[in-house]
């Protein structure tokens, strides 16, 4: 199976991990791992600083803000390996993270706050998959050894599983009326949509080719399965796909999910109604006395 091929500024991160450090200290707060392939305009915050500007290589420290503009996109190489890569006009922010090499435990926790995202989980969700979560505006994923992409438009989110074909899956879950409920996505190419806060899930759905290579060229990346997790690190100098684009398709898959389910539920209101009617036709059964 194929290694996945690092751009040349994650030699800094193979350094870390090479040297089996559980973490870095910088300015007192836990180093996370470090930026990679950084282009066009991404800025920082750290707590207690004002926003300053990202550059590859560049150290990423538990509870840091990551944003890009407009021109701007990045990966962010965390120390158990798990990968994010963000696409134009998005936020991330790095809640937890606890690695121990010797063992692969730890704790990965982050929160996409806004914007195209793409996710490859590393060595603490190999280990012991509960251990990771990425918080959405509303819901939250889980990972089962695989990557994941996503577009945010405000507090709804489209997540779908990129890979790799037959391995790996998500779990997709948001709180409803106090309780969890969610759905288990577990083959590449389909996807679910998080309205918004106490929303369910919609039922999983199938995303085109198409769609699915706009997305994967609005990170940079191919589609094209390289690598132990179907993601080519190398980000091209540039990609002609617009952020709205990826923005329009999350509404057109969302008001189609829509428009599915109205359906089913008019078709269930319709059965349950002639049925009813069925049952006031029914004839009662004659009546005859007790021989």
Not at 16 to 32: C, E, N, P, V
Not at 250 to 257: E, G, H, I, S
């Amino acid at each position: 199976m194929k290694k996945i091929i690092l751009a040349g500024s994650f030699a800094l991160t193979i350094f870390f991990l090479g040297a089996g450090l559980l973490w870095a200290k910088s300015s007192g707060t836990a180093q996370a791992g470090v930026a990679a392939a950084v282009q066009g305009e991404v800025k920082i915050t750290t707590a207690g600083s004002s926003a300053r500007t990202l550059k590859s290589g560049d150290s990423v420290l538990m509870g840091d803000k990551i944003e890009t503009e407009k021109n701007g996109k990045l990966q962010i190489l965390l120390l158990d390996q798990t990968v994010f890569t963000l696409g134009p006009l998005s936020a991330i922010t790095i809640d937890e993270f606890v690695f121990d090499p010797t063992n692969d435990s730890g704790k990965v926790k982050a929160s996409m706050l806004k914007g195209i995202f793409r996710v490859v989980s590393g060595k603490v969700a190999h280990k012991d998959p509960k251990n990771m979560s990425v918080d959405l505006p509303a819901g939250s994923i889980g990972f089962r050894g695989t990557n994941v992409g996503g577009i945010i438009d405000g507090q709804k989110t489209m997540i779908v599983l990129l890979g790799p074909v037959g391995m790996g899956r998500i779990y997709v879950t948001n709180t409803v009326n106090g309780e969890v409920v969610g759905v288990d996505i577990d083959k590449a190419g389909n996807a679910t949509i998080v309205d918004g806060p106490n929303r369910s899930p919609v039922p999983v759905f199938r995303v085109s080719q198409a769609d699915l290579d706009r997305i994967t060229e609005a990170l940079g990346q191919t589609n094209t399965g390289t690598g132990e997790s179907g993601v080519d690190t190398n980000l091209p100098a540039d990609t002609s796909v617009d952020t709205q684009e990826l923005i329009d398709i999350l509404n057109t898959m969302d008001v189609m999910n829509q428009h599915t389910d109205d359906n089913a539920q008019d078709e269930a209101r319709n059965n349950a109604a002639a049925a009813e009617e069925d049952k006031k036709q029914e004839k009662p059964p004659s009546y005859k006395p007790p021989t």
